[in-house]
């Protein structure tokens, strides 16, 4: 299956800004929304970021996303240490008509 | 306030069979697509299947095509999914998700707590 790539990790200092990324391809994120969901250890996922750049009701606007051609990013500024979960993108990919994740990345407030 | 309560989940044997199944409450339920989706312990999220709001469409992830069936009683306001020939790499906390729409795909917007499925004899 196809799957979409994240680094495993990403860090930054409290109040700084610390970007993601999702690569992908023409069938799914190039394609379609891209989302960006927040999970912490041993909870469920939450979306963040829905339709590549809007923000669900409750999200702040410290997370932001966008999306250029078969990838897409996710920035959290002003970071803080209740920022630190992990993180993955997901898209519909039209080949294979499954929903795809991303590999997921940490986030660490140093 | 949207609610997903997943339960079913279990110690199943290789083999044998079990069905999840989501109540879901504080929104219309039959105007809404509904997805599972799992992760498995220590491991990232996977997309298992998803189903439209009427129950007419769905799609499934390769692995488990044949094996699991999604289903919904809009009557009941419930989702399910009938697994069975249950293997070791099915062991995995399932998550029952609201889509954000009546069509399929529908992303995954709101989230259940979870149930978990273990495979093993």
């Known amino acids: 299956q196809s799957v979409l790539t994240q680094p495993p990790s990403a860090s930054g200092a409290p109040g700084q800004r610390v970007t993601i990324s999702c690569s992908g391809s023409?069938?799914?994120?190039?394609?379609?929304?891209v989302y960006w969901y927040q999970q912490f250890p041993g909870a469920a996922p939450k979306l963040v970021v829905n339709?590549?750049?809007q923000w669900p009701s409750g999200v702040p606007d410290r997370f932001s996303g966008s999306k250029a051609g078969s990838s897409a990013s996710l920035a959290i500024s002003g970071l803080r240490s209740d920022d630190e979960a992990d993180y993955y993108c997901?898209?519909?990919?039209?080949?294979?008509?499954?929903?795809?994740f991303g590999t997921g990345t940490k986030v660490t407030v140093l | 306030d949207v609610q997903l309560l997943e339960s079913g989940g279990g110690l199943e044997q290789p083999g044998g069979s079990l069905r999840l199944s989501c109540e879901a409450s504080?929104?219309?339920?039959?105007?809404?697509?509904m997805n599972w989706v799992r992760q498995a312990p220590g491991k990232g999220l996977e997309w298992v299947s998803v189903?439209?709001?009427?129950?007419?469409?769905?799609y499934y992830v390769d692995s488990v095509k044949g094996r699991f069936t999604i289903s919904r009683d809009n009557s009941k306001n419930t989702l399910y999914l009938q697994m069975s020939s249950l293997g070791a790499e099915d062991t995995a906390t399932y998550y029952c998700?609201?889509?954000?729409?009546?069509?399929?795909?529908?992303?995954?917007?709101?989230w259940g707590q979870g149930t978990l499925v273990t495979v093993s004899s």
């Open positions: 998700a609201r889509g954000n729409f009546d069509g399929v795909p529908a992303a995954p917007y709101y």
């Open positions: 504080g929104f219309t339920f039959s105007n809404f697509a």
């Open positions: 189903i439209s709001a009427s129950g007419d469409r769905a």
């Open positions: 023409s069938s799914n994120i190039g394609r379609n929304f």
């Open positions: 339709k590549n750049d």
């Open positions: 997901a898209a519909w990919d039209d080949n294979h008509d499954l929903f795809v």
